[in-house]
Structures are given as C-alpha cells and as structure tokens.
C-alpha cells in the first residue's frame, strides 16, 4: 500500500538553529511529494513541492526540501529556525499524474525554544 | 484572488443528527477535495469532486457524502452522526493546470 512516514512524532529546537524534518514514501514509482505548514486552528499551507528534476526544491519562508530515491525520502530543512516557525508540518503524496488523493505523514510537531 | 472558504468554521452536533459542511473553491478552480482531520488517524481523504461529478473516493461509511455544483462550490453531509464524526474537516480545490491543492481554513465539527 502506498504511505507516507514521518518518524518524528515531536521536535524541538531552539530558535536560529538548524532544522531538518524527515519524510519517507513507500510508492511503486516515484510519487509527486509535498510538504505543508498547519498553524492550530488553520489550514494547510504548501510550502514546496517536486514533482520531477532538480532534486533540491527552494520553498517558501526559507525552507528548502531534497528529494533522494535510493532512500525514499524527502526531508524538509530549515538552515535557521525563527519563533513563528513552530507549527505542524505535514509530508504528503500524490500518485502521480492523473491522481489527485494526497496521501499524508502524520504530522511532526515543531516546538522553538527561545 | 480569494482564498479557499469554508463554512461554518465550528460547528456542534449531537449524535444521531446530520450535518452539511461547505467549501467555495478559489475562483476558476474546478476541483473540489474533503479531507477529514482527527488525532488519532490524522488527514484522511474522504473524496474529489470535478465538474459535478465524483471522480475519487476514500475509504469512508456511507454516511459521508458530497455533491458538487455548476459553480463549483461543494458540499458534505455527514448523516447519523458519531462521537467519532469530531474532526476538522478540511476542503482543497486545485485548478485544471494541476500543480498544487489549496487548503481552506477547515470547519471543525464537534460531536456531542
């Protein structure tokens, strides 16, 4: 079955430091990958996405993901966390063309010490 | 361009009722997605809707259901209501250049 992991439950860090969130797919082919940003009581937003080509994607509000296919992964990295950063962030999944039901993580928590 | 909007944004029930959730979609955007938001089995895809018509279905009771209309806008409509129904249900409409989906702000549904 096709699913998307997120290892880490909970994170934290603690502001201007490093980030890097991992993700994991388990997909026949390469599927098209996500990651959105929850704030509480908010929405998704979509802060980068690959679909194909340059394994590094550059994101919005600093964020930047790289995709690996010998490892199935798609880690989310920060180089400098800032307070407004603590959120949930969710990696997801699409099939591929043609398809359109994201598949999601379940989520990992970002806590920013001050 | 305005975003994606949902309504009600709260909304308490109790169990044995019905309830109808509603989605606009950004403008020009004719897909319409429903995702239901719990902490135990986190974002799940209930259904997808394009141009009036069901196109995908997630793995739900049928007491979840959609519809779509000519604008676009969609609605679901949870039926005999249980405790379990709590959740944040959120929509996300793409356009026909498929590239990304468009979260709204979510409605959550509480169940008493």
């Known amino acids: 079955a096709q699913s998307v992991t997120q290892p880490d439950i909970h994170i934290t860090v603690s502001e201007g430091a490093s980030l890097e969130l991992r993700c994991n797919y388990s997909?026949?082919?390469?599927?098209?990958l996500f990651w959105y940003v929850q704030s509480p009581g908010q929405g998704l937003q979509l802060l980068l996405k690959?679909?194909?080509?340059?394994?590094l994607v550059q994101g919005i509000k600093g964020f930047e993901a790289e995709f690996k296919r010998s490892q199935s992964s798609f880690n989310l990295r920060k180089p400098s966390v800032h307070w407004s950063d603590a959120a949930e962030y969710f990696c997801?999944?699409?099939?591929?063309?043609?398809?359109?039901?994201?598949?999601f993580g379940k989520g990992t928590k970002l806590s920013v010490i001050p | 361009k305005a975003g994606v909007t949902q309504t009600p944004r709260y909304l308490i029930k109790t169990r044995g009722q019905q309830v109808t959730l509603s989605c606009s979609p950004i403008?020009?955007?004719?897909?319409v997605s429903w995702y239901q938001q719990t902490p135990g089995q986190g974002l799940q895809f209930l259904f997808e809707?394009?141009?009036?018509?069901?196109?995908n279905k997630g793995n739900f009771p049928g007491r979840f259901s959609g519809r779509q209309f000519s604008n676009s806008r969609s609605e679901m409509n949870v039926s005999t209501l249980e405790l379990g129904d709590s959740a944040l249900y959120l929509c996300?409409?793409?356009?026909?250049?498929?590239?990304?989906?468009?979260f709204g702000p979510g409605t959550r549904l509480t169940v008493l």
């Open positions: 996300a409409t793409r356009g026909d250049s498929y590239n990304e989906q468009f």
């Open positions: 997909y026949g082919a390469t599927p098209y």
């Open positions: 690959y679909f194909s080509g340059d394994t």
């Open positions: 997801a999944a699409v099939s591929g063309a043609g398809s359109y039901q994201l598949t």
């Open positions: 403008s020009g955007h004719r897909s």
């Open positions: 809707y394009f141009s009036e018509t069901q196109r």
